[in-house]
């Protein structure tokens, strides 16, 4: 088990590109979810994902965002159309929820990824 | 959503100092998680503690859910304690999201 990994870790893009980001989270996680940190705060949620099912999303979503998680394996965000506002720190995390439990289980987070739109 | 305050933003302490970091939060909640972030920006996990207390070594943590605080000690800190630490917490009507706090900013000096 090496723990949640994305990739890529940094990408810098030019406003108006559209970027794509990859999450692998721990092998028996059957949750996911994907955070934005932008500089002095904590982290926001964005999404999170049961197997493949998208759960909830955040009103930070915008329609340039667009998540999947196809297998229920690793997820993918993309943000179509950069902007210089979505500089910031996307980060990956997971955790394995039991049949109809209600708690959400012990999230554990990828190292993230860095963009920056110039 | 669920309201989350740290305090002190920001604490400073010489090496081998005591220290405590509180989380209160506005909500009732069903999880709550303490994280520290290195510089490189990777969250880790520390304590995984809805309710009760916890020991890992020089850090221990207490989550008293019913007056909805949480406290994280660190005992006889190091240069590598220092970093940003996170209170997240998981509201009670919710099964997934974690709300975050804006963090202690915790330098310790040789």
């Known amino acids: 088990d090496t723990g949640v990994s994305q990739d890529p870790r940094h990408k810098i893009t030019k406003r108006g590109q559209n970027v794509t980001f990859r999450c692998d989270p721990i092998?028996?996680?059957?949750?996911l979810y994907w955070y934005r940190q932008t500089l002095g705060q904590g982290p926001e949620f964005l999404t999170y994902?049961?197997?493949?099912?998208?759960?909830?999303k955040s009103r930070l979503l915008s329609d340039r965002f667009s998540a999947e998680r196809p297998k229920g394996s690793f997820s993918t965000l993309e943000i179509q159309r950069t902007e210089q506002g979505d500089s910031a720190m996307y980060l990956c995390?997971?955790?394995?929820?039991?049949?109809?439990?209600?708690?959400?289980?012990?999230?554990?987070f990828g190292p993230g990824t860095r963009l920056t739109v110039l | 959503g669920i309201q989350v305050e740290q305090s002190p933003p920001d604490l400073i302490l010489q090496e081998g100092a005591n220290s405590t970091l509180r989380c209160n939060f506005s909500d009732s909640v069903n999880n709550l998680q303490w994280f520290h972030q290195n510089p490189w920006g990777q969250l880790i996990n520390l304590f995984y503690?809805?309710?009760g207390t916890k020991q890992n070594g020089r850090l221990s943590a207490t989550t008293v859910a019913t007056e909805r605080y949480s406290l994280l000690y660190i005992s006889s800190s190091q240069t590598t304690d220092s970093g940003v630490y996170f209170c997240a917490v998981v509201r009670g009507s919710t099964l997934g999201r974690l709300y975050f706090g804006r963090g202690t900013q915790l330098t310790v000096w040789p």
């Open positions: 092998s028996e996680h059957n949750r």
């Open positions: 994902f049961q197997n493949e099912a998208q759960l909830e």
């Open positions: 503690i809805p309710s």
């Open positions: 995390a997971s955790s394995f929820v039991p049949g109809l439990a209600l708690q959400g289980g012990e999230q554990f």
